[in-house]
Nanobody
């Protein structure tokens, strides 16, 4: 059983920044990969960014150059730094932990970009 606790969402103006955190109940190096996904109203959940156990990162084209995923193994936490936020980034953001062909999900954190 993997428990993931997300934090850091909120309301921000266009052009602003937020940092999301995802704290895992077990070592993040036990995961094949961890990542962030998002789901906007009326849309399917989509990948935002992932980081593998080896440290390789991958980003959706829509966030490249604006978002950065990174981790701190000492506190078993993965972060998503989001800069230059746009209204279309508004969504519920979910943390994902993938290992042994299983996906574990956090409860989600709301990010709203609006003036």
């Amino acid at each position: 059983q993997v428990q993931l606790v997300e934090s850091g969402g909120g309301l921000v103006q266009p052009g602003g920044s937020l940092r999301l955190s995802c704290a895992a109940s077990i070592s993040i190096f036990s995961a094949n990969s961890m990542g962030w996904y998002r789901q906007a109203p009326g849309k399917e959940r989509e990948l935002v960014a992932t980081i593998t156990d080896g440290g390789t990162t991958n980003y959706a084209d829509s966030v490249k150059g604006r978002f950065t995923i990174y981790r701190n193994s000492a506190v078993n936490t993965v972060y998503l730094q989001m800069n230059s936020l746009k209204p279309e980034d508004t969504a519920v953001y979910y943390c994902n932990y993938y290992t042994d062909y299983r996906h574990w999900w956090g409860q989600g954190t709301q990010v709203t970009v609006s003036s």
